[in-house]
């Protein structure tokens, strides 16, 4: 029998999650490393990217191949979050994907950091100013 496998990308600030997802028993790979392990058992961070998981109930009907890099810690957890959404939108039901659309599990966070301006200090930080 053949696996299907499920394709798709997700960014927030400068980090970016490619995930490739098929079918098998619930683990998460992130790196080479288990979920666990890449977060350093921190259990906000790690249930944070199974959010679409745990909504859909489909939590361990699949595995995850997550290939990630740049960006902090947070940047990587929500990128990684709105890969799995996009992926598990091919799959789920109508009724799922509204469900996930009111969690805002679709939204791609577009904020990123200003860039520093000729001038000034950083992106908006001058010196301060002297009247004489």
């Known amino acids: 029998m053949e696996k299907k496998l499920y394709k798709n990308v997700g ?5 970016i999650a490619t995930i490739r997802m098929s079918v098998g028993n619930g683990n998460i790979v ?3 490393k288990d979920i666990q392990n890449y977060f350093n058992c921190n259990s906000k961070v790690i249930l944070s990217p199974k959010a679409p998981l ?3 109930n489909l939590d361990s009907k699949f595995d995850f191949d997550v290939l ?3 960006g902090g810690i947070m940047g990587q957890v929500y990128a990684i979050r709105l890969a799995l959404a996009r992926v598990l939108f091919n799959l789920v039901d109508q009724a799922s994907i509204d469900n996930l659309k009111s969690y805002g599990l ?3 966070d577009s904020r990123i950091k ?3 301006k000729y001038g000034l200090r950083k992106a908006r930080k001058a010196s301060q100013f002297s009247k004489r």
Not at 11 to 15: E, F, I, L, N, T
């Open 11 to 15: 960014r927030r600030k400068s980090a």
């Open 30 to 32: 992130i790196n080479g």
């Open 68 to 70: 990630v890099n740049g």
């Open 114 to 116: 200003e860039r520093r």
């Open 106 to 108: 679709f939204n791609r």
């Open 54 to 56: 745990l909504i859909s």
